[in-house]
Every structure is written in structure tokens, then in C-alpha cells.
């Protein structure tokens, strides 16, 4: 009987003794096992869209950091608190955050607003602990330009254009509105400033001798304060005082 060498035809494969295969023979284990072979693992390439968690991290973190910081040059600064002239308000080493100057014509100051100014006449000497000098002030603004704010003193409100106001919202508990009397027209171009803790607060009542009649340059304001945003426990919006001045006139012509 002949015999076929083994070999693969289009009805299969035959083996010497003339039986044909009923299957393709199973190749050896180690062929799975080798780098880079059918069953090998070492070899194979990443799905499309995975990427590694740390470069990942990296990217995310960047892009939030450029948002923060074209945030913090356009739109928004942060100041630290470095008296106790606005508590119970503010304490000393609260940070708030604040417009910036280059949109203040978004957010004009007004009536009651906390805004934070460059020092005008070196009030700063009154006001800064040594740990926290500086060259800025944090006040509320209590009379724009060409109101006349005055106060009788003991216990007495202040008044603006004639007008009383209750302060109970903001001042520190205890504290009168003024312990003296005192009675200011405010220039055009400036305003008139005082601390919530009226005790502890050398404001514009306190400066009528420094060349500006104790006001301060509205050029000088360098944001409108916003909220605190540090101590956690003490976060908190502050420009929502304006309807303090509600009832308040604007200024009549002299």
C-alpha cells in the first residue's frame, strides 16, 4: 500500500499511514509563553484613551492652577485682616477675598461695602500688628462723595445726608456708633470710612488732621471685599450691608 508524505491539502491533513487528521495539531505550550507570543501579555499595546493616572494628575493640575492665577491678576485679590478694627466682622489674620481694581467699574464701592485701600495717610501706624504691617486697610464705607455723615456721639447713631442708621448688623456687640461727636461733608473723589469695633478703629474720624480731613482718595480703594475665605469655620459673604443705607438720600447741591 502507498503511503502519502504528510502534508496539507484542501480536504485536510494526512499523516504517513494514510489517516487524515481531524484537527490542526496543537501548538507547544511554550509558544504561549514567550515574549511577545499569542498568549504573552509582555507584548501587547494600551487601549486607545488610556492614559497613566500620574501624567493625568499632572495636566489637571496645571490647567487649574493658570485659571487660578489669571483669576488672581484680573478678576480677584486676597488680603490678610492685620487689626481687630472690623470685628466682630473680621478678626485679625482672616482672609477675604476682594475685586480687583481692573474691574471695579463692574463693582463701583457703595454704601456699606467693606473695601480695602491703600494706606492715605500713614494710618497704618494705628492700625497693624508688627506681624502684619503692611500698606493696605480694610474698612466699611459709610459716605460717598458729597454726603455728610455726623454723629452726636454717646450712643447717638451716626447719620448720613440727615438720615440715621441702624448699625446694629454689623457693629461689634456693645460698642456705640461713636463715642464723640463729630460731623464731616465728604470731597468729591473721596469717601468717609470707619471700622465695625468703632472702640478700636482709627478711621476717618480719627484723621481729620491729616491733610485729607481724615477721607480717603477713591483712588486709593484697591477691591471691594467679597467673603472670607479662611478660617473655614468663618466663611462668610460681607457685602450684604447695603440696606443699611437704604433710606438715605443722595447729597444735595450746596
Known amino acids: 500500500m ?3 508524505d504528510e502534508e496539507a491539502t484542501s480536504s485536510g491533513l494526512w499523516y504517513p499511514d ?41 495636566f489637571e493640575l496645571v490647567a487649574l492652577l493658570a485659571v487660578v492665577a489669571v483669576l488672581r491678576i484680573f ?7 492685620p487689626s481687630g478694627s472690623m470685628e466682630n466682622t473680621l478678626g485679625v489674620g482672616d482672609r ?29 501706624g494705628e492700625e497693624s500688628t508688627p506681624s502684619f504691617r ?28 440727615g438720615v440715621a442708621l441702624d448699625e446694629s448688623s454689623y457693629l461689634r456687640p456693645g460698642v456705640e456708633p461713636s463715642s464723640f461727636a463729630f460731623k464731616v461733608k465728604v470731597d468729591p473723589g473721596y469717601v468717609f470710612v470707619m471700622g465695625d469695633n468703632r472702640s478700636n478703629s482709627a478711621d476717618s474720624r480719627l484723621h481729620k488732621d491729616d491733610g485729607h480731613n481724615g ?30 443705607f437704604d433710606a438715605v438720600p443722595e447729597p444735595t447741591q450746596d
Open 134 to 161: 503692611g500698606s493696605h486697610l480694610v474698612k466699611r464705607l459709610i459716605g460717598m462723595p458729597g454726603d455728610t455723615v455726623a454723629c452726636k456721639g454717646h450712643g447717638a447713631p451716626v447719620t448720613v445726608n
Open 18 to 58: 494514510g489517516r487524515q487528521a481531524t484537527s490542526a495539531p496543537v501548538p507547544p505550550r511554550h509558544a504561549f509563553d514567550r515574549p511577545g507570543g499569542r498568549g504573552s501579555t509582555k507584548g501587547s499595546h494600551p487601549r486607545l484613551g488610556e492614559r497613566g493616572f500620574l501624567p493625568e494628575f499632572l
Open 2 to 4: 502507498a503511503f502519502r
Open 75 to 81: 478678576l480677584f485679590s486676597i488680603y490678610v485682616i
Open 96 to 124: 477675604i477675598l476682594t475685586t480687583h481694581r481692573l474691574t471695579r467699574s463692574m463693582m463701583a464701592p457703595r454704601r456699606g461695602d467693606v473695601v480695602v485701600f491703600t494706606d492715605p495717610a500713614n494710618w497704618l
Open 215 to 244: 477721607l480717603v482718595p477713591m483712588d486709593n480703594i484697591k477691591g471691594t471685599a467679597l467673603l472670607t475665605y479662611y478660617p473655614v469655620g468663618s466663611w462668610k459673604l460681607l457685602n450684604n450691608q447695603h440696606k443699611v
